[in-house]
């Protein structure tokens, strides 16, 4: 079945770090992904989205790249805030289905 | 903007009592999702529906059922809750590609 894989965490930066948090998944044919952010003691808003192969997905300084050949689809960002501090879930929505399977989630902690 | 609301953002049930978790979209969505969310598991999705009155099995449907007898709402029952069941319930309506969620439902089972 399908699946995602994203690093564990918590990840700690500092205010202006570079962020990575990588993802890689397993699935038939083409799935669409997706990253997912929950801020604390809320639910969880869509960040950016990829649906074929090369495409890159951005949103608020975030990107990620849909990579076919490495079933990878890794987040970015150059400069993180505090305000970046958050829960970051990495899934895919497999081609021709309804669901969304999720990675387990990555803690981001941003310091001042 | 889409929005996807919850009943309650805590509740504090007692081991045995039935509990209903109400989820209301407005985007006129076909497909609406409960899940589960613990921590170092993700999430998990309980059932699904893709329309009024049809429902799907998730990964973890044992001990819930759920209801939608109107498109935008879509209601999960816990028909004898348990201490295991404490966990965040996040209800989401998605339109195709992607989805949206709602705020959350706390749930504690004393």
């Known amino acids: 079945g399908d699946s995602v894989t994203q690093m564990e965490g918590p990840v700690t930066l500092s205010e202006e770090a570079f962020l990575t948090i990588n993802c890689t998944y397993t699935a038939t044919g083409y799935p669409s992904l997706f990253w997912y952010v929950q801020y604390p003691g809320e639910g969880l808003q869509l960040l950016l989205k990829a649906t074929k192969a090369d495409d890159k997905g951005s949103n608020k300084g975030f990107e990620a790249t849909y990579r076919k050949e490495t079933t990878s689809f890794h987040l970015e960002k150059g400069s993180v805030q505090v305000s970046d501090s958050a829960v970051y879930f990495c899934a895919l929505r497999g081609a021709g289905s309804y669901q969304l399977t999720f990675g387990k989630g990555t803690k981001l902690s941003v310091i001042p | 903007d889409v929005k996807v609301t919850q009943s309650s953002r805590y509740l504090v049930k007692r081991t045995g009592e039935k509990v209903f978790l109400e989820c209301v979209q407005d985007m006129d969505h076909e497909n609406m999702f409960w899940y589960r969310q613990d921590p170092g598991l993700g999430l998990r999705l309980i059932y699904f529906s893709y329309d009024v009155k049809m429902k799907e099995k998730g990964d973890i449907p044992e001990g819930y059922s759920v209801s939608r007898e109107k498109k935008e709402r879509f209601s999960l029952i816990l028909e004898s809750a348990s201490t295991n069941q404490t966990s965040m319930y996040l209800c989401?309506?998605?339109?195709?590609?992607?989805?949206?969620f709602g705020q959350g439902t706390r749930l504690t089972v004393v």
């Open positions: 989401a309506s998605s339109y195709g590609r992607g989805a949206f």
